[in-house]
Nanobody, 121 residues
Framework: QVQLVESGGGLVQAGGSLTLSCAAS????????MAWYRQAPGKQRDLVAS???????NYVDSVKGRFTISRDNSKNTVYLRMNSLKPDDTALYYC???????????????WGQGTQVTVSS
């Protein structure tokens, strides 16, 4: 079955950086689009960044210029490099795998367990 395992979250001061990793198994990773979502307490889960199987990336406006999504198909891993972190970035970050030919038209059912990112002011 599909397994997504996130790591790399933690506590960081505002202005700091973190890199999240998501190791995938049970899918043909190189053919799968990947995404990072986040959910802050009391809020809905929102798409933060995505990367298609071909390497095309997309970001929510609030993280453009600060976050970078990337993938290493040899390691079946997707990354989210987060720079210039702000308290508003505090959330539980989830990895998502979308195996559909047209990804991200709606939420894919394949999720990791989440990794907590807390940014202190």
């Amino acid at each position: 079955q599909v397994q997504l395992v996130e790591s790399g979250g933690g506590l960081v001061q505002a202005g700091g950086s973190l890199t999240l990793s998501c190791a995938a198994s049970g899918i043909i990773f190189r053919l799968t689009s990947m995404a990072w979502y986040r959910q802050a307490p009391g809020k809905q889960r929102d798409l933060v960044a995505s990367i298609t199987s071909g390497g095309a990336t997309n970001y929510v406006d609030s993280v453009k210029g600060r976050f970078t999504i990337s993938r290493d198909n040899s390691k079946n891993t997707v990354y989210l490099r987060m720079n210039s972190l702000k308290p508003d970035d505090t959330a539980l970050y989830y990895c998502n795998a979308d195996t559909r030919p047209t990804p991200f038209t709606s939420e894919s059912p394949f999720w990791g367990q989440g990794t907590q990112v807390t940014v202190s002011s």
